[in-house]
């Protein structure tokens, strides 16, 4: 009898956790670390969709086609988001020290790239050469592409179980007060924005700023699809939604979000 | 010893689905959601400390497309109207019956003050899409006043289409919650 009350609340935990939503993380800031800067801290190449996209202006309906030829970087928006904080995190510029050669660089790309994604980490990697990442990615693109994980990172991020399940109001506004948060631990929080059951989005975008006004939450974000300009992510307070920029395969329009690579069950 | 067991498991079965909202109960909730918010105001009174308003509000699902129009009556005090750091979500709105009678001292609409205009007016904001989305009240017999956001007239409510569905909705989650309980941990053991 005891055992099966046991196992009923063992049973339950994940459960609990679920309706917990994401409970804020007690990361702590990057002290030697200026705020998230775009483009600075960002690639200097995008993610691409595998397919074309085009969007009808007056009923906004979406259609898509296959590309004549398949991308370079595509299906990696979570690969992209996720070493994009990881840079922030660990890596440290120095411009002023002469490049190095090929094999420094991929080395301490690696160093970079197998830190903790969910946890600011105190390993401190200096990349000679470049003055951001903006710089790094753009002249060793190659290298930089070759080493960002494949399309099963995103794929398989672990917070993927979340997004089968609803996302009601209230636990949306609770979600843009935790990326408020993570802005005010100077920890840009990693956003999964998506309308499962539809497929219009399905994607991974990193938050770096908020601008607040009485009637929302102006969340500007890093979207590893467009290396020009940074989106933004609105979070209407009265209707308690989210709204995501409108994007080359995305309308615009309301979504679900939520954080990921936070925590264990992220 | 069987049967209560048996019994305990179906009852612990359906709450944890329940807590978890159920996925199939949750996205039929998801769809049936409707939001109202104000397309553009036609009616502005001022009544005492109150200030009544009649509007047009488009009714959108929850993936934003817009289902019907209605019209619809709030009031909301002048006092709140004089506070610039009330959040939306925190203003005093009174939703009023959609034939309440408008009383009080009308005011103009989007028009512009001055000379020989009229002694209050509101002054009205809309985003491209056309949408009003805030006016400044504009009253010699009282002000400044904040700028009021139309967002804080949102009002939701769950179109009844969706109950019929539900013993249907909660039979498939209580069918499928036995598999999720499987997949959510091997996709935390899987999973970068």
């Given at each position: 009898?005891?055992?099966?009350?046991?196992?009923?609340?063992?049973?339950?935990?994940?459960?609990?956790?679920?309706?917990?939503?994401?409970?804020?993380?007690?990361?702590?800031?990057?002290?030697?670390?200026?705020?998230?800067?775009?483009?600075?801290?960002?690639?200097?190449?995008?993610?691409?969709?595998?397919?074309?996209?085009?969007?009808?202006?007056?009923?906004?309906?979406?259609?898509?086609?296959?590309?004549?030829?398949?991308?370079?970087?595509?299906?990696?928006?979570?690969?992209?988001?996720?070493?994009?904080?990881?840079?922030?995190?660990?890596?440290?510029?120095?411009?002023?020290?002469?490049?190095?050669?090929?094999?420094?660089?991929?080395?301490?790309?690696?160093?970079?790239?197998?830190?903790?994604?969910?946890r600011?980490?105190?390993?401190?990697?200096?990349?000679?050469?470049?003055?951001?990442?903006?710089?790094?990615?753009?002249?060793?693109?190659?290298?930089?592409?070759?080493?960002?994980?494949?399309?099963?990172?995103?794929?398989?991020?672990?917070?993927?179980?979340?997004?089968?399940?609803?996302?009601?109001?209230?636990?949306?506004?609770?979600?843009?007060?935790?990326?408020?948060?993570?802005?005010?631990?100077?920890?840009?929080?990693?956003?999964?924005v998506?309308?499962?059951?539809?497929?219009?989005?399905?994607?991974?975008?990193?938050?770096?700023?908020?601008?607040?006004?009485?009637?929302?939450?102006?969340?500007h974000?890093?979207?590893?699809?467009?290396?020009?300009?940074?989106?933004?992510?609105?979070?209407?307070?009265?209707?308690?939604?989210f709204?995501?920029?409108?994007?080359?395969?995305?309308?615009?329009?309301?979504?679900?979000?939520?954080?990921?690579?936070?925590?264990?069950?992220? | 010893?069987?049967?209560?067991?048996r019994?305990?498991?179906?009852?612990?079965?359906?709450?944890?689905?329940?807590?978890?909202?159920?996925?199939?109960?949750?996205?039929?909730?998801d769809?049936?959601?409707?939001?109202?918010?104000?397309?553009?105001?036609?009616?502005?009174?001022?009544?005492?400390?109150?200030?009544?308003?009649?509007?047009?509000?488009?009714?959108?699902?929850d993936?934003?497309?817009?289902?019907?129009?209605?019209?619809?009556?709030?009031?909301?005090?002048?006092?709140?109207?004089?506070?610039?750091?009330?959040?939306?979500?925190?203003?005093?709105?009174?939703?009023?019956?959609?034939?309440?009678?408008?009383?009080?001292?009308?005011?103009?609409?989007?028009?512009?003050?001055?000379?020989?205009?009229?002694?209050?007016?509101?002054?009205?904001?809309?985003a491209?899409d056309?949408?009003?989305?805030?006016?400044?009240?504009?009253?010699?017999?009282?002000?400044?006043?904040a700028?009021?956001?139309?967002?804080?007239?949102?009002?939701?409510?769950?179109?009844?289409?969706?109950?019929?569905?539900?013993?249907?909705?909660?039979?498939?989650?209580?069918?499928?919650?036995?598999?999720?309980?499987?997949?959510?941990?091997?996709?935390?053991?899987?999973?970068?």
């Open positions: 009898m005891r055992g099966s009350r046991g196992a009923t609340f063992q049973s339950m935990l994940p459960v609990l956790w679920l309706v917990a939503g994401c409970a804020a993380g007690g990361a702590p800031a990057t002290p030697d670390r200026s705020p998230f800067h775009f483009p600075a801290d960002t690639f200097a190449f995008a993610n691409v969709t595998l397919m074309e996209y085009e969007i009808d202006p007056v009923t906004r309906e979406v259609s898509s086609h296959p590309r004549e030829k398949p991308p370079e970087v595509t299906l990696q928006c979570g690969a992209m988001v996720r070493a994009a904080r990881q840079f922030y995190s660990v890596a440290r510029f120095d411009p002023s020290a002469p490049a190095a050669d090929a094999q420094t660089y991929e080395h301490l790309v690696r160093e970079v790239l197998d830190t903790d994604p969910r600011p980490s105190n390993q401190r990697v200096v990349i000679p050469g470049y003055h951001d990442l903006r710089d790094l990615s753009g002249a060793q693109a190659p290298l930089v592409k070759a080493m960002l994980a494949g399309p099963w990172e995103t794929y398989l991020q672990r917070g993927n179980w979340r997004m089968i399940f609803p996302f009601r109001p209230e636990q949306q506004e609770r979600v843009a007060g935790q990326l408020l948060d993570g802005l005010a631990r100077g920890w840009p929080p990693i956003v999964h998506l309308r499962f059951p539809e497929r219009t989005i399905n994607h991974l975008v990193l938050v770096f700023d908020a601008e607040q006004t009485p009637a929302e939450i102006r969340f974000v890093y979207d590893p699809n467009d290396a020009e300009r940074p989106l933004e992510l609105v979070f209407d307070r009265g209707a308690r939604i709204s995501y920029s409108a994007t080359s395969f995305f309308p615009g329009g309301p979504v679900k979000a939520y954080e990921v690579y936070d925590g264990w069950l992220y | 010893m069987g049967g209560s067991t019994c305990r498991t179906w009852a612990a079965l359906t709450l944890l689905m329940l807590a978890s909202e159920g996925c199939v109960t949750g996205h039929l909730f769809a049936a959601l409707r939001r109202e918010q104000p397309l553009s105001y036609h009616d502005a009174l001022v009544d005492g400390d109150r200030l009544t308003l009649g509007y047009t509000a488009l009714v959108t699902n993936a934003g497309r817009v289902v019907a129009r209605k019209e619809r009556r709030a009031a909301i005090s002048l006092t709140a109207l004089h506070r610039q750091d009330l959040p939306v979500e925190a203003f005093p709105v009174e939703h009023l019956a959609d034939d309440a009678p408008l009383t009080g001292r009308r005011l103009a609409i989007g028009a512009e003050g001055g000379e020989g205009g009229p002694p209050g007016y509101l002054e009205t904001e809309a491209p056309g949408r009003e989305i805030s006016f400044v009240l504009h009253d010699s017999s009282g002000g400044p006043y700028p009021f956001y139309s967002s804080a007239l949102t009002r939701t409510s769950t179109a009844p289409w969706v109950y019929p569905l539900l013993p249907l909705g909660v039979a498939v989650d209580l069918a499928t919650f036995p598999i999720l309980l499987v997949f959510f941990p091997v996709m935390l053991l899987i999973g970068a």
